[in-house]
């Protein structure tokens, strides 16, 4: 399966578990220390980018964007890992 890149891009963890910068590679499993409510915002977008799939309305159809549901408005970058383009 590809490998994905989840970056924290923007936005605050009114949780305090993740900060902008923080980042994880998605394979098979569910990243460790991501909190499951990003995780369930981010997963359609990762499952996406897994199975071929692209976003037409990107400039680039292998990079999007996804919002947690935190009131705070977390931003994750969603991508493919380099070499699984």
């Not at 990762?46 to 680039?60: A, D, I, R």
């Amino acid at each position: 399966m590809k490998k994905v890149i989840a970056t924290v891009r923007s936005g605050r963890c009114n949780q305090g578990f993740h900060k902008v910068g923080d980042s994880w590679i998605i394979g098979e499993l569910t990243p460790e220390g991501m909190c499951t409510s990003a995780f369930d915002a981010i997963f359609p977008l990762v499952l996406t980018l897994q199975c071929g799939g692209q976003f037409f309305w990107e400039k680039n159809p292998q990079v999007t964007y996804a919002s947690c549901p935190d009131d705070s408005g977390l931003v994750f970058e969603i991508k493919l890992a380099s070499g699984d383009q």
